[in-house]
């Protein structure tokens, strides 16, 4: 099965600053889609960008950005010019051949420090 | 278009009753998966519905259950309640099934069990 862990179970930052929030997975797939996505305190789960396995070029939207690193097995979220509305939990998911729907990291908990 | 909806929001019940949730899909999506959070498990996938048919299953027991309607509305049940079952149940749609899918998700509904 696959596996995703999310080593940060809480950043801060302060606003205007630029964070990196870190994902690694475990997977023995060639093809597969990673997503971060957040979730406020609303609980409403939101997707913030998608990475597609076999594309070497790194997903962008606006301030957000992924490092891909596919044979490390990497995926990194950087958040520029963070802004207040920033501060959720970040989860990072897989998806990918298995019958497991999404694959979701615990969690990492930013904060935006005004 | 409007965004997934799920219905009730919040429930109170007690043990060893049952609950059913409901879940509309974004207009034109026809696969539902759906999740339950909790502070401890996280995020896990309980099942996924494409065209009435459940595609995929997570681990939960047979208390857990679900169906689609050919509207592609998803309803699950989980019958004789557990203190256990108290968490955030997620909806998510998607066009269609498959691992290259994005998935939307529901606001929510917060069960909890006494």
């Known amino acids: 099965a696959q596996t995703v862990t999310q080593s940060q179970p809480e950043m801060s930052v302060q606003e205007a600053e630029t964070v990196t929030l870190s994902c690694t997975y475990d997977t023995s797939e060639s093809d597969y889609y990673l997503f971060w996505y957040k979730q406020p305190p609303s609980r409403q789960m939101i997707l913030v960008i998608r990475?597609?396995?076999?594309?070497?070029q790194n997903a962008t939207e606006n301030r957000f950005s992924v490092n891909f690193q596919k044979a490390a097995k990497s995926f990194s979220l950087k958040i520029s010019d963070s802004q207040l509305g920033d501060a959720a939990m970040y989860f990072c998911d897989y998806s990918g051949g298995g019958a497991d729907g999404l694959t979701f990291g615990k969690g990492t908990h930013l904060i935006i420090q005004p | 278009k409007a965004g997934v909806t799920q219905t009730p929001r919040y429930l109170i019940k007690t043990r060893g009753q049952q609950v059913t949730l409901s879940c509309s899909p974004i207009?034109?999506?026809?696969?539902v998966s759906w999740y339950q959070q909790t502070p401890g498990q996280g995020l896990q996938f309980l099942f996924e519905y494409f065209s009435e048919t459940q595609r995929n299953k997570g681990n939960f027991p047979g208390r857990f259950s679900g169906r689609q309607f050919s509207n592609s509305r998803s309803e699950m049940n989980v019958s004789t309640l557990e203190l256990g079952d108290s968490a955030l149940y997620l909806c998510?749609?998607?066009?269609?099934?498959?691992?290259?899918?994005?998935?939307?998700f529901g606001p929510g509904t917060r069960l909890l069990v006494l």
């Open positions: 990475q597609e396995a076999y594309k070497q």
């Open positions: 207009s034109g999506h026809r696969s």
């Open positions: 998510a749609s998607s066009l269609s099934s498959g691992v290259q899918e994005t998935q939307y």
